[in-house]
């Protein structure tokens, strides 16, 4: 079975419509010895496919327009941080105490890009902000011990793991028994079209399937504003909310932020949890990136929203899943990969290694838009408020042990020749920039973002 064959048997699509994606194979594109390409590939068909099913169900068209998917593109987005250029300057990437190291019985890996996992890492182990301290430190003790002891503390670190390891350990188990996207209803209420039609594709105007749609994006990072972002390329008005006093990291927010609109609003205040709930009384779609039930005591949980919004759809994000033990843990792309077995098969027997991109971020991200766009798609014609979920972790498991790699290049597929003829440059307000273009292509689709990146928390929080 192909790759866009099995996430859209996950997503629940229509079998037959899988013959309308073709796809373009290019050798030498995110190679790895996992297949990624064939699992980055079948994400962004896949979501593609849902936003082309969406758009044709909103046009009134008879069929559904086509799907190009060019491994080409796909290679350029899913690294598309290391792509990004703000005034000619390259991004920063990880911080220097973000690694992987070795300790007294093996390896860890730490995560520490924020200031506040930072300090929480450096005070679980007792040393000041110094490589070689921390260095020192980790070569002494467990990989276990360090582990747990960082969690415990609230930072992140995680121990190296064989898939096997994974497998066998009690999250790991809970993981693989998660479908690649898990989706269902959450009440019965009536069917609910979009906003309006939406024009069928006539130049130069693209066809927008998620046009007039209003999406909340309470997510961080780099998964969860993937998602939006491709939600935010299909032409829906998408407005990403953060805390205040926690902004999100400058070049991340800049590459992630294309197509949106970004303020911060504090729920725990009354004020804030007012301007959230007018907020909501407009919404279609609520996007959540934080570990499972943090959200719960702002009244933000899949069934308060649908009480109070009736067929809205509701997609959460975590890293580990939301079962399991360690459902309540905080996680990133790079702490997954180790954990869940990835970086001891990209690696050799002196060091672990990695993807050639954060392909557990961006190929989740496209999942849960997949996700979303379906229940979209759904809720038209049957009614309901809707969730979908997605988890990192599962979508490691998916590439350790679910997608085959292609059975071997032909002579016929082209060479990937860089990532040159997938970038772009447009001005901003954060400064000229350089990027990678959208994957995401479908017959009479958008090409490219309808507006560039702006500040973080620079809009004022009501919606177009």
């Known amino acids: 079975m192909r790759g866009v064959e099995q996430v859209w048997s996950a997503l629940g699509g229509d079998p037959a419509l899988v013959s309308r994606v073709s796809e373009v194979v290019r050798r030498g594109a995110l190679g790895a010895r996992l297949p990624v390409r064939e699992s980055a590939r079948a994400c962004v068909g896949a979501c593609a496919l849902a936003a082309a099913e969406l758009g044709a169900r909103r046009a009134g068209l008879g069929e559904v327009p086509g799907v190009r998917v060019d491994d080409g593109a796909v290679a350029a987005a899913f690294t598309s941080e290391r792509h990004l250029r703000v005034g000619g300057r390259e991004p920063v990437s990880f911080a220097p105490l973000s690694r992987l190291w070795r300790t007294a019985d093996g390896w860890v890996r730490t995560h520490a890009n924020y200031p ?17 301290a921390v260095g020192s430190v980790l070569a002494g003790r467990s990989a276990w011990e360090v582990q747990e002891t960082v969690y415990a ?15 066998a350990s009690g999250q790991g188990g809970a993981v693989a028994r998660l479908p690649l996207v898990e989706r269902g209803r959450l009440d019965a209420s009536p069917a609910r079209a979009c906003p309006s039609p939406v024009p069928a594709s006539s130049p130069p105007s693209p066809l927008l399937p998620a046009a007039g749609l209003r999406v909340l994006d309470l997510t961080r990072v780099v998964a969860g504003p993937v998602a939006t972002r491709t939600l ?21 927010h800049a590459d992630t932020g ?3 609109r970004s303020t911060t609003l504090d729920l725990s205040r009354g004020h804030g949890h007012g301007t959230f709930e007018e907020l909501l009384g407009a919404a279609d779609v609520v996007v959540t990136g934080y570990r ?10 899949p069934e308060a929203l649908a009480a109070r919004r009736p067929g809205l759809v509701v997609a959460q994000l975590s890293a580990w899943g939301a079962r399991g033990p360690w459902a309540g843990r905080r996680g990133f792309d790079s702490l997954v990969q ?45 009614g309901g408020s809707r969730y979908v979920r997605v988890a ?8 350790t042990d679910g997608i085959r790699p292609d059975a071997a290049d032909g002579a016929g597929d082209a060479a990937y020749p860089g990532p040159g003829p997938w970038l772009a440059e ?7 920039l350089r990027y990678a273009l959208p994957p995401v292509s479908f017959t009479g689709g958008p090409a490219d973002w309808a507006r560039p990146p702006g500040p973080c928390g620079a809009d004022t929080a009501r919606w177009v």
């Open 426 to 432: 447009r001005d901003s307000p954060l400064g000229r």
């Open 258 to 260: 294309f197509g949106k």
């Open 392 to 399: 990192l972790a599962r979508t490691a498991c998916w590439l």
């Open 116 to 132: 506040h996992h930072r300090e929480r890492l450096l005070g679980a182990l007792g040393v000041p902000e110094d490589v070689a």
């Open 338 to 382: 180790v954990a869940t077995g990835i970086a001891a098969v990209e690696g050799t027997s002196e060091r672990p290694g990695a993807l050639p991109a954060q392909a557990l971020d961006h190929g989740t991200g496209y999942l849960l838009a997949a996700g979303v766009l379906r229940a979209l798609t759904e809720r038209s014609y049957e």
């Open 153 to 167: 503390a609230g930072g992140l670190a995680v121990a190296l793991r064989t898939p096997e390891q994974w497998a």
């Open 232 to 252: 935010a390329l299909l032409g829906a008005d998408v407005l990403r909310v953060d805390p205040p006093g926690l902004p999100e990291l400058s070049d991340q």
């Open 292 to 301: 499972p039930g943090a959200l719960d005591r702002f009244g933000l949980s």
